[in-house]
């Protein structure tokens, strides 16, 4: 402060910013009127004049652990916006606003922490958010003279073990909802492919096209291999094929294992017709011995 502003206070001349408001008390009592912003006079010996500042003011909220309704411990901070709209309530009525709207709010913010749930912090912010405003605008307004404009909730601190249930949580949510689509997709295809197969039955030509199809996609691969697959048709025709052929060659084997018939007698044409050949069992031809055992 120069010495002109000096001199020009000693003889009452004030100057009022032009976001601030001034009060004059005279004799410890409250002038009726504030003043504007601008020069402005009072008297030196009587009066003493109280500016009071107008604008918004953001007062951090330290963080608050509290309980949750489901039994949860979270630390949670908040930013507060406030603005002075009556100055005679907020000098008069309070003996430092900003102390006391400061503590109203971490009141207020443990209170609304215990009558919220955890996924109500975590997703529905914008509720939080308003609720906690009119908490703290209630006592604040009328009797104060201060007016909460806004309260956004900064952070919510987790537990260790509970982000670790978290985690488990949403990575079995996430495995059930792949499988629900994966299990969708396979019905879809099996309803797909079970058209395709009727309307294939319905014309053989389409299914010698699709084998080729599928002998051309493999091609375009570039392998040294090519797989040709056999149709079932031709297995069931060898099979049917292989069927009477099996019976005729147990039928042969029957004929072979059963018991040959002894050769008939010749007789010598020598001999008159009519005589009987007769042939001891126990003979041998002349000229021969028999054989010893």
Same mark, same amino acid.
């Given at each position: 402060?120069?010495?002109? #502003?000096?001199?020009?206070?000693?003889?009452?001349?004030?100057?009022?910013?032009?976001?601030?408001?001034?009060?004059?008390?005279?004799?410890?009592?409250?002038?009726?009127?504030?003043?504007?912003?601008?020069?402005?006079?009072?008297?030196?010996?009587? #009066?003493?004049?109280?500016?009071?500042?107008?604008?918004?003011?953001?007062?951090?909220?330290?963080?608050?652990?509290?309980?949750?309704?489901?039994?949860?411990?979270?630390?949670? #901070?908040?930013?507060?916006?406030?603005?002075?709209?009556?100055?005679?309530?907020?000098?008069?009525?309070?003996?430092?606003?900003?102390?006391?709207?400061?503590?109203?709010?971490?009141?207020?913010?443990?209170?609304?922490?215990?009558?919220?749930?955890?996924?109500?912090?975590?997703?529905?912010?914008?509720?939080?958010?308003?609720?906690?405003?009119? &908490?703290?605008?209630?006592?604040?307004?009328?009797?104060?003279?201060?007016? &909460?404009?806004?309260?956004?909730?900064?952070?919510?601190?987790?537990?260790?073990?509970?982000?670790?249930?978290?985690?488990?949580?949403?990575?079995?949510?996430?495995?059930?909802?792949?499988?629900?689509?994966?299990?969708?997709?396979?019905?879809?295809?099996?309803?797909?492919?079970?058209?395709?197969?009727?309307?294939?039955?319905? #014309?053989?030509?389409?299914?010698?096209?699709?084998?080729?199809?599928?002998?051309?996609?493999?091609?375009?691969?570039?392998?040294?291999?090519?797989?040709?697959?056999?149709?079932?048709?031709?297995?069931?025709?060898?099979?049917?094929?292989?069927?009477?052929?099996?019976?005729?060659?147990?039928?042969?084997?029957?004929?072979?294992?059963?018991?040959?018939?002894?050769?008939?007698?010749?007789?010598?044409?020598?001999?008159?017709?009519?005589?009987?050949?007769?042939?001891?069992?126990?003979?041998?031809?002349?000229?021969?011995?028999?054989?010893?055992?």
């Amino acid at each position: 402060m120069c010495a002109g #502003d000096r001199t020009a206070e000693m003889f009452g001349f004030k100057v009022i910013t032009q976001y601030e408001k001034g009060i004059v008390f005279r004799f410890g009592r409250a002038l009726p009127g504030i003043r504007g912003a601008g020069l402005t006079w009072v008297n030196p010996f009587t #009066d003493r004049l109280r500016k009071v500042n107008m604008q918004i003011i953001a007062a951090a909220v330290p963080a608050q652990e509290a309980i949750t309704r489901d039994n949860v411990t979270l630390r949670v #901070d908040a930013v507060v916006y406030y603005r002075v709209v009556d100055p005679v309530k907020a000098v008069i009525n309070v003996q430092n606003y900003t102390f006391a709207v400061s503590q109203v709010a971490q009141t207020s913010l443990r209170s609304v922490i215990g009558q919220s749930n955890m996924d109500q912090l975590l997703s529905e912010r914008d509720q939080v958010n308003a609720h906690l405003k009119d &908490v703290i605008d209630a006592p604040t307004e009328q009797p104060w003279g201060i007016r &909460v404009e806004r309260v956004e909730v900064k952070d919510v601190s987790l537990p260790e073990s509970m982000k670790r249930s978290m985690s488990r949580q949403a990575e079995a949510e996430r495995e059930r909802r792949a499988r629900i689509i994966s299990a969708d997709g396979e019905y879809q295809a099996s309803k797909r492919l079970a058209a395709a197969a009727a309307v294939m039955a319905a #014309d053989p030509a389409a299914l010698q096209l699709r084998l080729l199809q599928t002998v051309v996609e493999v091609a375009a691969e570039k392998n040294s291999t090519l797989v040709m697959p056999v149709p079932v048709e031709l297995l069931r025709f060898f099979d049917r094929t292989a069927a009477p052929t099996g019976l005729t060659e147990s039928s042969a084997d029957v004929t072979q294992d059963a018991d040959p018939q002894p050769p008939a007698l010749a007789a010598p044409p020598s001999l008159p017709a009519g005589a009987a050949i007769s042939v001891p069992l126990n003979s041998t031809p002349k000229g021969q011995r028999p054989r010893q055992a």
